[in-house]
């Protein structure tokens, strides 16, 4: 072989390494998922799923940009064949292969879990568990169950105490049952020896608490006021005097549109009907905040036992202490709401 001939095959090899090389470089590093956002996308990989519906995924969701690529180098590290169920966030400009090697390993990306202004349990269900892969209708069996309420400490009215409004992360992949140990650890955590120690000091249970801040809550959603309704409560609680919260009556009838009540709804025969029945009512109402928890825990004391919507509706409330100044108070709501053709 003469030396022109050896030098052509040394310069023919080292061009085909050289793009093969650079292709190889490309396939595992250039930037191939996510480039036309600068936010991760979250790949759901549901339980059953094979490769090709990771791909119809990505695809659908436009996030993969060469699927040759993409499917090459899977096959080449086997994920074709070791696809793991889970929620992965794809990461702006992210390379092929750090994005097969996550969804290989099964190194899921936690959620972000936020929860409130929920009034029904039917509705916390649906509405905590459309956010897993468990679905929107397994938690509920959990949450109607006797036996698992009363593992936890609660009964089906009150397993709703158990869910303190906040923002967690969790797996989506969680397990309703796992899901009810976390919120039963959060209970625990955010039940401290001081709340403890002035819900005791109310002569008052936790779930008690947290049924009248679900009434506070429901009143106004005026941080700064919910002492003041709390305390007006107590007060009243304390005198063995109704409560007479309208929104009790609103939760009994279960029509979260009402923005006046009459006098015939007032008489519907719940337990939940403050107005019918003395003491606190069977469970809470909604999901209390933790400002409301707090309200009542830290209410404001006072001789106050009534208040009524401040009728120039500044979303505050206005407080007397006596029966009279209440209905010249409430006279100047009803015809504030008259005026404003608020009729039911």
Known sequence: MSQNVKIGLFIAVSVISVTFSFYFWQVFRTPNLNLESEKPVALLVPRGATFQTVLDSLKANKILNDEKSFRFLSRLMKYDQNVKVGRYEIQPDMGNYEAIKKLRSGSQDPLTVTFNNIRLKQDLSRRLGAKFAFGPDSLGKYLDDPAVCK?????????????????????????????????????????????????????????????????????????????????????????????????TVIFALRDFTIRRLLNKQLTVDSPYNTYR????????????????????????????????????????????????????????????LTERKIMK
């Open 151 to 247: 593992e936890y400490g609660f009964d089906t009215t009150t397993i709703v105490c158990m869910f303190i409004p906040n923002s967690y992360e969790m797996f989506w992949t969680i397990k309703p049952k796992a899901l009810l140990d976390r919120m039963a650890k959060e209970y625990k955590s955010f039940w401290t020896p001081a709340r403890q120690a002035k819900a005791k000091a109310l002569n008052m249970t936790q779930t008690q608490v947290q049924t009248l801040a679900s009434i506070v809550q429901g009143e106004t959603n005026k941080v700064d006021e919910q002492p003041r309704v709390a305390g007006v409560y107590l007060n009243r609680l304390e005198r063995g005097i109704k409560l007479e919260a309208d929104p």
């Open 277 to 336: 029945y003395t003491g606190l009512p069977p469970g809470p109402i909604n999901l209390p905040s933790i400002n409301a928890i707090d309200a009542v825990l830290n209410a404001e004391k006072h001789d106050y036992l009534f208040f009524v919507v401040d009728a120039r509706f500044n979303g505050y409330h206005t407080f007397s202490k006596t029966l009279s100044e209440h209905l010249a108070n409430a006279r100047l709501y009803q015809k504030a």
